[in-house]
């Protein structure tokens, strides 16, 4: 009968031990990380690529060292020697935020890799300044852990058709552009940068919604028969972190600006369901906070307007545990196009059925004075200790 006890376990574990180590390790097979085909495993990042969430690619794609490399390359005066200095303060590696805002022109950094058959890319566009840009808002070290993670998001209330995906801790909303958006994106992203300079360093008003980055991204998969394209934009949700009650997308038009409201968390209303809300309760604000939203408005819509563009919104929501207004610009990177000025024609003459309300499509100087005197009549003043009344009963603001 065969002896079993710890010498004998202690010399079968020996002799296992044995049989590895005089094994040759040619043979030895590597590693197999347990993961469906959909998800995308590196030995040297914590960041897994899915599949059904996009923005791990640019996660994965802004964490790596390549795309490290490259953007301390493109530092005045930097040598392929100096490259460890990325384990320096941000400030000293990257040099002066405002003067990169306001360079003319933009690197773009591509990135290919691939995890066995799989081949995964992105494009990063305006690399240097968007980095800049994240720096100096405090957003560089979240952005990359926030991306890790998406899931797809239905904004109720729009009606432009596009993809939204939200990154699961509810800090960025990523949009996929149509190819005539992303174009006209990439001829206004240097103005954006300047106007944003402008901003953080000469205390302009403004409340343009951040714009964090734009991306062209994609993979093919064989194994699963997959492939997907497609441009993302990144930007600030405006909401994070709040307890918003109602959310409203404001063009200041009254034509086809109404949605029936079905009390669902996070719905989107319009301007005419707006003006029926103020009508019983009206969305009083501080003179302080008057002055700014109007300043913030006016020199929006002069740069967008400038720069051809319109149909951009003021999206709102009401926090109801802090009793704010939480406001932002949001989709203001669509260009005035023929085919817009033909609509607008039809609406304003009434060809082909087009009359009615004034029409949804302006010229982007019609649509500037638009939108400010309907943001002007939206939000009223209230009365503090601080404003006096002149002769005439009208009320001045202290100077």
């Known amino acids: 009968m065969p002896q079993f006890g710890p010498a004998n376990e202690r010399a079968s574990i020996l002799k296992s031990i044995t049989n590895i180590w005089n094994g040759n390790p040619a043979n030895f097979l590597p590693i197999a990380y347990p993961s469906n085909p959909t998800e995308h495993i590196f030995p040297d990042s914590l960041i897994i690529v899915r599949e059904d969430e996009p923005t791990s690619i640019l996660a994965f794609t802004l964490g790596s060292r390549h795309y490290k490399e490259k953007l301390v390359s493109m530092q005045p005066g930097t040598n392929t020697d100096s490259i460890a200095a990325s384990q320096a303060p941000a400030a000293a590696v990257f040099g002066d935020i405002e003067e990169t805002l306001l360079r003319g022109t933009g690197t773009h950094i591509r990135y290919q890799f691939w995890d066995g058959p799989t081949r995964m890319h992105c494009k990063?566009?305006?690399a240097e300044q968007f980095d800049a840009l994240r720096?100096?808002?405090?957003?560089?070290?979240?952005?990359?852990?926030?991306?890790?993670?998406?899931?797809?998001?239905?904004?109720?209330g729009g009606k432009s058709g596009s993809t939204f995906l939200k990154t699961r801790d509810d800090w960025l909303v990523a949009k996929q552009l149509s190819r005539p958006e992303m174009d006209a994106l990439y001829k206004f992203a240097p103005e954006?940068?300047?106007?944003?300079?402008?901003?953080?360093?000469h205390e302009l008003p403004t409340v343009l919604a951040k714009i964090f980055g734009f991306?062209?991204?994609?993979?093919?998969?064989?194994?699963?028969?997959?492939?997907?394209?497609?441009?993302?934009?990144?930007?600030?949700?405006?909401?994070?972190?709040?307890?918003?009650s109602r959310i409203f997308d404001l063009k200041g038009s009254m034509r086809n600006r109404h949605v029936q409201s079905t009390g669902k968390q996070n719905e989107v209303l319009m301007d005419e369901n707006l003006v029926e809300f103020i009508y019983d309760s009206p969305l009083f604000i501080r003179e302080h906070s008057k002055r700014l939203l109007r300043a913030s408005v006016w020199n929006d819509t002069l740069f967008l307007s400038k720069l051809n563009v319109m149909d951009y919104s003021l999206l709102v929501g009401i926090d109801s545990d802090s009793n704010e207004l939480v406001v932002g610009i949001v989709d203001f990177i669509r260009t005035f196009t023929w085919d817009k000025k033909l609509e607008s024609w039809v609406k304003e003459t009434g060809f082909l059925g087009g009359g009615g309300k004034e029409p949804t499509i302006v010229t982007p100087r019609q649509y500037k004075n638009?939108?400010?005197?309907?943001?002007?009549?939206?939000?009223?003043?209230?009365?503090?200790?601080?404003?006096?009344?002149?002769?005439?009963?009208?009320?001045?603001?202290?100077?």
């Open 192 to 201: 954006y940068f300047e106007y944003m300079s402008r901003a953080f360093f």
């Open 370 to 399: 638009r939108f400010r005197e309907a943001m002007e009549k939206y939000f009223l003043m209230v009365p503090d200790k601080f404003l006096i009344a002149d002769a005439e009963g009208s009320l001045l603001g202290s100077k």
């Open 215 to 244: 991306y062209r991204i994609g993979f093919k998969n064989p194994v699963t028969g997959k492939t997907i394209k497609m441009d993302l934009l990144v930007m600030e949700n405006l909401f994070y972190d709040r307890s918003i």
């Open 124 to 126: 990063v566009f305006f």
């Open 135 to 156: 720096r100096n808002c405090g957003a560089d070290e979240q952005y990359v852990q926030s991306l890790a993670r998406c899931i797809k998001w239905e904004a109720s």
